[in-house]
């Protein structure tokens, strides 16, 4: 094929020979030679560089590392003497930390055993404490059962007219004989009030009523509000006349009891706040012949009705007393008579006694003459000679008899 067959080529306006084409075809293929030739120089010089960067890079490596060497050898000569300076401080301060563990051991040591006998003293106060706390304790805590007993009792109503009740019979049981008293006895229209009295000179007993009604009271109490307070006294009032007026029509009878009868507030308190708070209700309970009455009252009173019981008694006995007081001075005269004839029999005794004394008188004055007599023998012996025995005997009994008469 020759190079006139190959068609030119227009490109545009741009008409490319055959020649011309052929002429680019092979700069084209040289061109990607030129350049692996020149790519492949320029890789040999930058392996030439580089191998000369890295003989320049171990020659400085070697300096660096004698010079390292020529460091190290330096440092380990300081260090040596270092090593050296430090082990002569580490002993002084290894001394120096021994001596101060020491004195620090030995005033831990005092401390402890102060503390330790602080602690024991302090433990010894603290449990006698826990003796006194643990047996206020104990108080507290039977307080507490009784202060819930006592709550229980007067939560409820029919355990709280027991309570009451058991007031009553216990403050009348104490003040009057057996006999004087009755409890839940039953009166001719039936009903039964808590206890009647029984009066002297035959008279109707005493009613004692103690049923007290302290729902109204009790919200009263417990109530802040000034509205419900108002509220609860007015029921209060309402529930004492609705009270008071059944005691009146139950338990005051004509000729069976008598014309007045006690209300029991079992509560002191309560019959003070009564008496200042509603004296209206007190004043009602008058007008129907009922006496609201304390504890201490109904005490007073049981003492006054004993003490009249007491008088009766002894007027009911009076003829007896005088008899036993007659049958006194009859047995008086006769002590009187036997005393007389003993008086008598110590006189006439005394006389004698006085006559036995007179006789001895003269008996012990008639012994102490005897008693001053002096006997002498005929001969008298010269002075400076003791009488023999035998000059007593002798033949003769020519004794001197003297007499020393004194009056």
Same mark, same amino acid.
């Given at each position: 094929?020759?190079?006139?067959?190959?068609?030119?080529?227009?490109?545009?306006?741009?008409?490319?020979?055959?020649?011309?084409?052929?002429?680019?075809?092979?700069?084209?293929?040289?061109?990607?030679?030129?350049?692996?030739?020149?790519?492949?120089?320029?890789?040999?010089?930058?392996?030439?560089?580089?191998?000369?960067?890295?003989?320049?890079?171990?020659?400085?490596?070697?300096?660096?590392?004698?010079?390292?060497?020529?460091?190290?050898?330096?440092?380990?000569?300081?260090?040596?003497?270092?090593?050296?300076?430090?082990?002569?401080?580490?002993?002084?301060?290894?001394?120096?930390?021994?001596?101060?563990?020491?004195?620090?051991?030995?005033?831990?040591?005092?401390?402890?055993?102060?503390?330790?006998?602080?602690?024991?003293?302090?433990?010894?106060?603290?449990?006698?404490?826990?003796?006194?706390?643990?047996?206020?304790?104990?108080?507290?805590?039977?307080?507490?059962?009784?202060?819930?007993?006592?709550?229980?009792?007067?939560?409820?109503?029919?355990?709280?007219?027991?309570?009451?009740?058991?007031?009553?019979?216990?403050?009348?049981?104490?003040?009057?004989?057996?006999?004087?008293?009755?409890?839940?006895?039953?009166?001719?229209?039936?009903?039964?009030?808590?206890?009647?009295?029984?009066?002297?000179?035959?008279?109707?007993?005493?009613?004692?009523?103690?049923?007290?009604?302290?729902?109204?009271?009790?919200?009263?109490?417990?109530?802040?509000?000034?509205?419900?307070?108002?509220?609860?006294?007015?029921?209060?009032?309402?529930?004492?006349?609705?009270?008071?007026?059944?005691?009146?029509?139950?338990?005051?009878?004509?000729?069976?009891?008598?014309?007045? &009868?006690?209300?029991?507030? $079992?509560? =002191?308190?309560?019959? %003070?706040?009564?008496? #200042?708070?509603?004296? /209206?209700?007190?004043?009602?309970?008058?007008?129907?012949?009922?006496?609201?009455?304390?504890?201490?009252?109904?005490?007073?009173?049981?003492?006054?009705?004993?003490?009249?019981?007491?008088?009766?008694?002894?007027?009911?006995?009076?003829?007896?007393?005088?008899?036993?007081?007659?049958?006194?001075?009859?047995?008086?005269?006769?002590?009187?008579?036997?005393?007389?004839?003993?008086?008598?029999?110590?006189?006439?005794?005394?006389?004698?006694?006085?006559?036995?004394?007179?006789?001895?008188?003269?008996?012990?004055?008639?012994?102490?003459?005897?008693?001053?007599?002096?006997?002498?023998? &005929?001969?008298?012996?010269? $002075?400076? =000679?003791?009488?023999? %025995?035998?000059?007593? #005997?002798?033949?003769? /009994?020519?004794?001197?008899?003297?007499?020393?008469?004194?009056?």
């Amino acid at each position: 094929m020759n190079i006139q067959d190959i068609p030119a080529v227009t490109i545009g306006s741009v008409t490319l020979s055959p020649v011309l084409l052929m002429s680019l075809a092979a700069a084209v293929v040289l061109i990607p030679i030129l350049l692996a030739l020149i790519s492949a120089h320029r890789a040999s010089r930058q392996r030439a560089d580089m191998m000369e960067q890295a003989l320049r890079r171990d020659e400085a490596a070697e300096m660096r590392l004698a010079e390292l060497l020529k460091a190290q050898a330096e440092m380990q000569g300081r260090l040596a003497t270092m090593a050296e300076v430090f082990g002569s401080r580490q002993a002084e301060l290894n001394q120096s930390i021994s001596q101060r563990l020491d004195g620090m051991t030995h005033r831990l040591g005092t401390t402890i055993t102060e503390q330790t006998k602080s602690t024991h003293d302090n433990l010894r106060t603290l449990q006698e404490r826990l003796a006194v706390i643990d047996a206020a304790q104990n108080n507290i805590q039977s307080l507490a059962k009784d202060v819930v007993g006592l709550q229980a009792i007067l939560s409820n109503k029919q355990t709280r007219g027991a309570f009451g009740q058991s007031r009553m019979e216990t403050i009348v049981a104490d003040g009057l004989p057996m006999g004087a008293y009755e409890f839940q006895s039953t009166l001719s229209n039936g009903s039964r009030p808590d206890c009647t009295i029984r009066m002297p000179n035959n008279s109707p007993p005493l009613v004692v009523d103690a049923k007290f009604p302290l729902e109204a009271w009790n919200t009263i109490r417990e109530t802040e509000n000034p509205d419900q307070k108002k509220a609860a006294a007015q029921q209060f009032r309402r529930d004492m006349e609705v009270h008071i007026r059944d005691i009146s029509e139950k338990y005051l009878l004509a000729g069976e009891t008598q014309e007045m &009868a006690f209300l029991f507030v $079992p509560s =002191e308190s309560i019959f %003070a706040e009564i008496h #200042e708070n509603f004296e /209206g209700i007190v004043q009602k309970a008058h007008r129907q012949r009922v006496v609201i009455v304390s504890p201490s009252l109904l005490m007073l009173s049981i003492q006054v009705i004993q003490a009249v019981l007491k008088d009766q008694r002894m007027r009911e006995q009076a003829h007896l007393i005088q008899g036993e007081v007659v049958r006194l001075m009859e047995d008086l005269g006769r002590l009187d008579d036997r005393t007389r004839k003993l008086q008598s029999h110590f006189l006439a005794a005394q006389k004698d006694v006085e006559q036995i004394i007179t006789s001895s008188d003269k008996i012990a004055k008639r012994g102490a003459k005897i008693e001053a007599m002096e006997f002498q023998t &005929a001969g008298a012996l010269p $002075p400076g =000679e003791e009488p023999q %025995a035998q000059a007593v #005997e002798s033949r003769s /009994g020519l004794l001197k008899l003297r007499v020393v008469d004194e009056d």
